[in-house]
């Protein structure tokens, strides 16, 4: 059974830029959730999509946004990109979602803003 | 809010020792615990999760106990191996509604020598 696949694996980009990442879940899941991790502010929870609408979101600016689709791959994009946004990009997704529910990863996009 | 505490690492243990690495919690409902492991250029993988109190959770040797009396999830394991030497976190999902969104700890390193 195929993980949850992240592209690209790594992107470059400068500062005012912006970018989409795409993230494909497990058959069947249903439930595709984002998370940014940093050395400074370890794992943070970005927003969380189930059926085409963003069920949960995080304490996040504007400019980070997603959106799923039919076949519940999603993406995300990040407009006028900024140094601070240099991270690793997880995914994660599980059947339904729900608390009780573990959440499957990729190996995550790591995203360099010069 | 919610929130997850772990140890500081890195934690440096011999082959064979016992390892313990300490998650205390605070979380306004009745929360799911989750161990995960990162190795080095991966995402997140779950290592052994529990949904009530008392529960056990265990995997490939590893163990936790969900303690609601003293809000904690510590993980153990018996006897380590040089391949567990990786990053650690605890997380945690309320069940307030069908949304998934884990807040995570800051990550416990464990590096296992020969």
């Known amino acids: 059974k195929a993980g949850v696949t992240q592209t690209p694996r790594y992107l470059i980009k400068t500062r005012g830029q912006q970018v989409t990442l795409s993230c494909s879940p497990i058959?069947?899941?249903?439930?595709v959730s984002w998370y940014q991790q940093t050395p400074g502010q370890g794992l943070q929870f970005l927003f969380e999509?189930?059926?085409?609408?963003?069920?949960n979101k995080g304490n996040f600016p504007g400019r980070f946004s997603g959106r799923q689709f039919s076949n519940s791959r999603s993406e995300m994009n990040v407009s006028t990109l900024e140094l601070g946004d240099s991270a690793l990009y997880l995914c994660?997704?599980?059947?339904?979602?729900?608390?009780?529910?573990?959440?499957?990863f990729g190996d995550g996009t790591r995203l360099s803003i010069l | 809010g919610n929130s997850v505490t772990q140890m500081e690492g890195p934690v440096t243990l011999s082959e064979e020792a016992f390892l313990t690495i300490n998650c205390t919690y605070t979380?306004?409902?009745?929360?799911?615990l989750f161990w995960y492991v990162q190795y080095p250029g991966e995402g997140l993988q779950l290592l052994l999760k529990?949904?009530?109190?008392?529960d056990k959770g265990s995997n490939k040797g590893f163990e936790a106990t969900y303690r609601k009396e003293t809000t904690s999830f510590h993980l153990e394991k018996g006897s380590v191996q040089v391949s567990d030497s990786a990053v650690y976190f605890c997380?945690?999902?309320?069940?307030?509604?069908?949304?998934?969104?884990?807040?995570f700890g800051t990550g416990t390193r464990l590096q296992v020598t020969l």
């Open positions: 999509y189930f059926s085409e609408t963003q069920r």
């Open positions: 994660a997704s599980s059947r339904e979602g729900g608390s009780n529910q573990p959440q499957h």
């Open positions: 979380a306004t409902g009745y929360p799911s």
């Open positions: 997380a945690l999902s309320v069940a307030t509604s069908t949304a998934s969104k884990l807040t």
């Open positions: 058959s069947g899941h249903r439930s």
């Open positions: 529990a949904t009530k109190a008392d």
